[in-house]
T-cell receptor, first 112, second 116 residues
């Protein structure tokens, strides 16, 4: 399975944009890029996913490099409620959700 | 909002007791999962189910067992709890994967088990 690499932790300030990087140099052509986040004392929640093109939803934006070997999750205006562990995960087009591998993720701290 | 519920949220129990962690979802999802997560650590899949009467072991070996008699219900049981079972147990569900669908996982809030 293709692996992802994320920084262990990041820190940002409230109301500023946050760019969370993810490297996936061994990504295959059928791998989707998924992002989940886990708030303190909660189960993970889905944030966004994409294949090749940049994606936007109400929670975040996903910018995917042209060679797909890296991606960036963008929180446009961070709030204190965005403090969480963010997981970047690859899922093969044909694979079930049981193949999602939650690594260490990036622990995001938001300063007031 | 995800409609997946876990009970109890917190459980402190003595060694040797039998425990069952309940998980129910009202979304009609075929697939359900149990993950184990120690504080500050990664999630590990311990069991999953494709549907009624289907159960499979996950990537992490676990002494727990699961059953799937009804679509909406996926309980996890430990016949004899030990301190090494102390952890957080997270239940999740997803729709049957179909190509461009996300196959998104919906998680419950977790059951934090402490075995003394």
């Amino acid at each position: 399975d293709a692996k992802t690499t994320q920084p262990n932790s990041m820190e940002s300030n409230e109301e500023e944009p946050v760019h969370l990087p993810c490297n996936h140099s061994t990504i295959s052509g059928t791998d989707y890029i998924h992002w989940y986040r886990q708030l303190p004392s909660q189960g993970p929640e889905y944030v966004i996913h994409g294949l090749t093109s940049n994606v936007n939803n109400r929670m975040a934006s996903l910018a995917i490099a042209e060679d797909r070997k890296s991606s960036t999750l963008i929180l446009h205006r961070a709030t204190l409620r965005d403090a969480a562990v963010y997981y970047c995960i690859l899922r093969d087009f044909y694979a079930g959700a049981q193949k999602l591998v939650f690594g260490q993720g990036t622990r995001l701290t938001i300063n007031p | 909002e995800a409609d997946i519920y876990q009970t109890p949220r917190y459980l402190v129990i003595g060694t040797g007791k039998k425990i069952t962690l309940e998980c129910s979802q009202t979304m009609g999802h075929d697939k359900m999962y149990w993950y184990q997560q120690d504080p500050g650590m990664e999630l590990h899949l311990i069991h999953y189910s494709y549907g009624v009467n289907s159960t499979e072991k996950g990537d992490l070996s676990s002494e727990s067992t699961v059953s799937r008699i009804r679509t909406e219900h996926f309980p996890l049981t430990l016949e004899s709890a030990r301190p090494s079972h102390t952890s957080q147990y997270l239940c999740a569900s997803s729709e049957r994967l179909a190509g461009v669908l996300t196959g998104e996982l919906f998680f419950g809030e977790g059951s934090r088990l402490t075995v003394l």
